[in-house]
């Protein structure tokens, strides 16, 4: 049988290192030594088909029972492609977010703020056939954790992806443009080089806006692609 | 080319996206509802490199179908959350041989991916099944040192149930692959 097409190899600068001491939860759950390089097997190449079948989506994450959720309406939209560019057609995406206060619907999160009975934050959608997805919320807001330094995270939403190749599955956060707590932030500050922060970054996008109804931010996102070129024994 | 989005942390409030069903990938309101195989449970632990049990941690299971194929008639996805004392526990079929580089076969094995808060991307490892004669042909066990190879060798515990513990860091540190 023909070997699968190996992945590109990560791109140097483009992800966050797994031993990052200025986020103190890494300290003893980075493994120390190096990842095993191997070449790209069926088991890499192939991936989960998920289907809204059998993974119901839930796309409005701003209303709970008819009733608005408290905060800033927006849409939160973008395009899901492989390296190559190529758009990835079928990914699910989930999503999970803070209320507007800076509160989970989480029986774990301790902060001092309100929770929203109309809002639970978390949702699924899928992308189209040219890697297009979109969902709608409310802006969630910062709240405070336990790191070394201003002890604030910035305003974001947490991503996961599956692809088409069990090696593309990716698990990020989406940040907001001009957010002060970005300089701050140990996560966001070590995802990589410049380029891999600002690929964090969503655009407020004034296409996506509703009139009267909903702001509108782009996120875009890059799994990996498939190289050209053979696997090459290191 | 643009380089794929960094990963960053699931954080400590992933549990949004859990439904502690998908632990078993043989319930019966599930995609394999009724699918024919040996029926298996894959257990585990996973400490940190100070000792401690990770309790908050997401475990997804990506797996061959008990003849060895991915072409989805199987659905070979499940994902679980560790409890308080860093425990999952996985039920499905036991995969079969799965085709490997060149004319090599790879032994059973089921990939395990981990997500936690204190990790920046997701860790993945493959749980192979102790005992099995094609474990000595497998072409990735044979590129992983002889002295680590354990960490990726699930042991019988009892009739279908088997187990492997996940070290994070530190002595007996698991064997984590990418591609
Ligand atoms: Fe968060």
Redesign the pocket.
């Known amino acids: 049988m023909v070997d699968p097409i190996p992945f590109r190899p990560v791109a140097p600068g483009s992800q966050p290192p797994l031993d990052l001491p200025s986020y103190r939860s890494t300290a003893h759950r980075h493994p120390s030594q190096p990842p095993l390089r191997m070449p790209t097997t069926l088991t890499e190449a192939s991936a989960p088909s998920f289907t809204p079948a059998w993974y119901a989506p839930h796309d409005d994450l701003s209303v709970v029972d008819g009733k608005q959720a408290l905060g800033e309406r927006m849409i939160v939209a973008g395009r899901v492609t492989d390296e190559n560019g190529r758009p990835v057609a079928g990914a699910m995406v989930e999503v999970w ?2 209320n507007a206060a800076g509160r ?1 619907h989480h029986a774990r999160d301790q902060h001092d703020a309100p929770l929203d009975p109309n809002f639970h934050g978390e949702g699924r959608v899928f992308t189209d056939a040219e890697g297009r997805y979109s969902f709608t919320t409310i802006k969630p807001g910062a ?1 405070p954790w336990r790191n070394p330094g201003p002890g604030w ?1 910035p305003q ?1 939403i ?1 991503f996961g992806l599956h692809g088409n190749g069990f090696a593309q599955r990716l698990i990020t ?1 989406m940040y907001f443009p001009g957010d002060p707590l970005l300089a701050f932030d140990a996560i966001f500050q070590g995802s990589g080089d410049d380029a891999a922060k600002r690929r964090l970054i969503a655009d407020l996008d004034p296409e996506l806006m509703r009139p009267d109804w909903a702001l509108g931010y782009r996120f875009d996102i890059v799994l990996r692609g498939r190289a050209a070129t053979p696997f090459e024994n290191a | 080319m643009t380089p794929a989005t960094a990963s960053q942390t699931a ?1 400590p ?1 992933w549990h949004m996206i859990d439904f502690p069903a998908w632990a078993d990938l043989l319930r019966a309101d599930g995609p394999n509802a009724g699918a024919a195989g040996e029926r298996i449970t894959l257990a585990g632990v996973i400490t940190d490199g100070a000792g401690a049990v990770v309790p908050d941690a997401m475990v997804e299971l990506w797996q061959a179908d008990p003849k060895g194929s991915y072409d989805g008639a199987f659905h070979g996805f499940g994902r679980c959350a560790t409890d308080a004392q860093g425990r999952f526990c996985f039920m499905t079929l036991k995969p079969g041989a799965v085709p490997g580089p060149g004319n090599s076969t790879q032994a059973p094995h089921i990939t395990l991916t981990i997500f936690a808060r204190g990790l920046m991307s997701g860790l993945v490892t493959r749980a192979y099944f102790a005992g099995d004669a094609r474990l000595a042909e497998d072409p990735i066990l044979a590129r992983v040192p002889e002295m680590r190879r354990g960490t990726l060798i699930a042991k019988p515990t009892g009739q279908g149930e088997w187990r492997l513990d996940i070290r994070l860091q530190g002595e007996g540190e698991t064997v984590f692959l990418t591609v």
């Open positions: 977010q803070a989970y709240y995270r974001h947490h956060q | 954080g409030y």
